[in-house]
């Protein structure tokens, strides 16, 4: 390709990723009437937030009237084991009833309660039930009502656009490099100030929830452009996938099953979740089967039931299961939702009604009933709490000019994120983002777009055609790195198999190198997968490299090695960054105090 030879946009703020995060962002940034872009990989509508489920969490307070911020504040530092960033944990809990509100304003239906109010269905490790929802397919109302707002903002779409490459000019973000996936034409967007919302890395795991959008683009663009990411080594391991058939494993099964009194049982029919409640958790866990269903039909009278743990311990303790061979034919445990109908009126109907996605997705992609028989379930990578490292308030990264938001950005979950505050999350810090840039934006001069850098970048995504009989696929490259990742640096992690990981990601990383991608450029897959692959090992290394300093388990993050908690660890963060050598660096930095009123408030509600 001749150098410059790219149509070039610009625009004041340019957002890339239009899931949640995105589409608040570039709606908040244009109603401070800046120019905005917004860049997505795929159609309108497809990001991963259409995926989600089970609700949004924000202590409206509509079904149990004693919820409100500072038990959601609580509840979120307590789920994060208190490694997260707590102002932004602050902010979450206080401002996600609002946004939940203008959502409904914007136009959103959700369920009800039986006065007319929002209804809020339970949730693990959330003290209330506090999950805003439409049966089990609340990301797809929450896009739906976003996508219809934004379009009315005057947003310059570019939809089926990949960013390739972040530009600079010198210390501040100056824009980015683009290649349209459906023609395979490069551009250039000029702008004074970027935002991140580009979700999470799923696809790094060969066993994943996560949609093959999730590349870990964003981390990796931030990275190469000077940002720092912090807390890679937490990742969520979600509880309840689907094992069975082998096409469709990894597969979310919403934690929505055990909210409307879904059990898990071991293949002699036990209960196992009962065996091993951790300490701190005790006083609010049923302890008989009775107490746990009241509990999920709304007796506030009654406690949880232990499948409603928080996910890094219902994970580990399905792991047990399997390992110690009591595991379901395929390899994970059952998930009974079936059971209900002995107690409930018209169960069968409540079930599908209740969840009429988990219904429609066993039936169709396994020939199961779940009002007639279990599910077999298992863990799956379902989310990343490490990301861009941020100012709480603005969403800005360490780059001038280069803010994140959601999923791609850290700080709210710590060690473990609570089901349901990735959705309050996107909302809240995605509107941030959205103000700052624009306003950060406002103060700037243009930025001047440096064509080497767009010519480099240039290069290097259409270097792969230059080696289109020679290189291997990417595709074996990207599956080899996904089973050495998921093999050794997966759920339960050691020393020893996370130093071969480290040393395996050499050759990948050459291999990765050496992809050869044949075809022409118009919505070719396999050059989009070559270009993926290496924000994938770039991801891969930040989480083997921070898994391997955080030597005690906590959270998401388990090793057999260090199987318990280690205060000296409880009050630092790991930061990844690029050395000025090219080599990736970690070091640690210790979480700020707390002040004295937050830390009252965490003391009053233990
Ligand atoms: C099956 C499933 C169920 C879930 N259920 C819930 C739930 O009930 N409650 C909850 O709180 N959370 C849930 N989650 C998690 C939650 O959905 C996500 O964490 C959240 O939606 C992330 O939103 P986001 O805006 O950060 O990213 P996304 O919604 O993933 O959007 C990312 C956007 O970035 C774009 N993009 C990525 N890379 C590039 C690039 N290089 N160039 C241009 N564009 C790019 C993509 O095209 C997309 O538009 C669930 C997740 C899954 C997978």
Not at 326 to 342: E, N, T, Y
Not at 350 to 369: E, T, V
Not at 462 to 486: C, D, H, I, K, W
């Amino acid at each position: 390709m001749a150098n410059h030879d790219y149509e070039v946009h610009e625009h004041d703020v340019i957002v890339i990723g239009a899931g949640g995060a995105g589409l608040r962002a570039a709606i908040e940034a244009a109603a401070q009437g800046v120019s905005v872009g917004l860049v997505c990989k795929s159609l309108l509508g497809k990001a991963h937030t259409v995926m989600a489920e089970g609700g949004i969490a924000a202590a409206l307070g509509n079904v149990w009237p004693e919820d409100n911020w500072q038990v959601h504040f609580r509840d979120t530092m307590r789920g994060g084991k208190m490694l997260n960033n707590w102002r932004m944990a602050q902010l979450h809990a206080q401002e996600a009833p609002e946004r939940v509100l203008e959502l409904e304003r914007w136009g959103a239906l959700f369920d009800r309660t039986q006065e007319g109010l929002i209804s809020q269905r339970d949730f693990g490790g959330h003290r209330y039930a506090r999950l805003a929802h439409v049966g089990d397919r609340t990301g797809l109302e929450m896009i739906r009502t976003l996508q219809d707002h934004a379009i009315h903002q005057g947003i310059e779409f570019h939809m089926e656009h990949t960013v390739a490459a972040l530009l600079k000019d010198g210390d501040r973000i100056a824009g980015a490099f683009v290649y349209e996936r459906e023609r395979g034409r490069c551009l250039v967007i000029a702008a004074k100030a970027v935002v991140l919302a580009t979700g999470g890395i799923g696809r790094a795991f060969s066993i994943t929830s996560n949609s093959w959008e999730y590349t870990a683009d964003g981390h990796a663009l931030a990275y190469h452009a000077g940002a720092e990411l912090l807390d890679m080594e937490f990742v969520q391991f979600h509880p309840t996938g689907m094992v069975w058939p082998p096409s469709v494993k990894g597969i979310l099964v919403t934690e929505g099953v055990r909210g409307e009194g879904g059990v898990l049982r071991n293949k002699d029919g036990k209960r196992f979740m009962f065996d091993d409640i951790p300490e701190n958790y005790k006083a609010q866990t049923a302890d008989s089967e009775e107490e746990g269903w009241k509990y999920t039909q709304g007796d506030k009278n009654s406690r949880r039931p232990p499948e409603l743990l928080t996910r890094d311990h219902v994970a580990r303790k399905i792991m047990q299961e399997v390992r110690e061979g009591r595991g379901s034919p395929h390899g994970g445990v059952f998930l009974d939702i079936a059971w209900i109908k002995a107690r409930v009126p018209g169960g069968a109907e409540h079930i599908k009604k209740k969840l009429p996605s988990m219904y429609h997705q066993f039936k169709q992609l396994a020939d199961i009933d779940i009002t007639q028989e279990p599910m077999e379930v298992g863990p799956t990578t379902h989310y990343i709490m490490g990301g861009v490292r941020v100012d709480a308030d603005t969403q800005m990264s360490t780059v001038p000019g280069l803010f994140a938001a959601g999923e791609c950005a850290a700080g709210i979950n710590g060690a473990n994120r609570l089901g349901g505050n990735s959705l309050s999350d996107i909302i809240v810090f995605g509107k941030r983002a959205g103000e700052y840039a624009a306003q950060y934006a406002k103060t700037q001069s243009g930025a001047n777009i440096d064509t080497r850098q767009a010519d480099e970048a240039a290069r290097r995504a259409l270097e792969p055609f230059e080696r289109s009989t020679s290189g291997e696929g990417p595709y074996q490259v990207q599956y080899a790195l996904q089973e050495m990742m998921q093999d050794l640096v997966g759920i339960v992690r050691n020393e020893n198999e996370m130093q071969r990981a480290l040393v395996g990601l050499a050759p990948l990383r050459e291999r990765a190198k050496r992809v050869g991608v044949g075809g022409h450029r118009e919505y070719n897959p396999g050059w989009h997968a070559a270009l993926d692959l290496h924000n994938l090992l770039t991801v891969s290394e930040a989480i083997t490299r921070s898994a391997l300093e955080r030597r005690e388990s906590r959270g998401g993050h388990f090793r057999d090695d260090y199987p318990t908690k280690d205060a000296r660890f409880g009050t630092i963060n790991f930061v990844v960054r690029k050395g000025r050598d090219g080599q990736m660096e970690v070091f640690s930095v210790a979480i700020p105090e707390m002040p004295e009123e937050l830390k009252r408030v965490i003391d009053e509600m233990q």
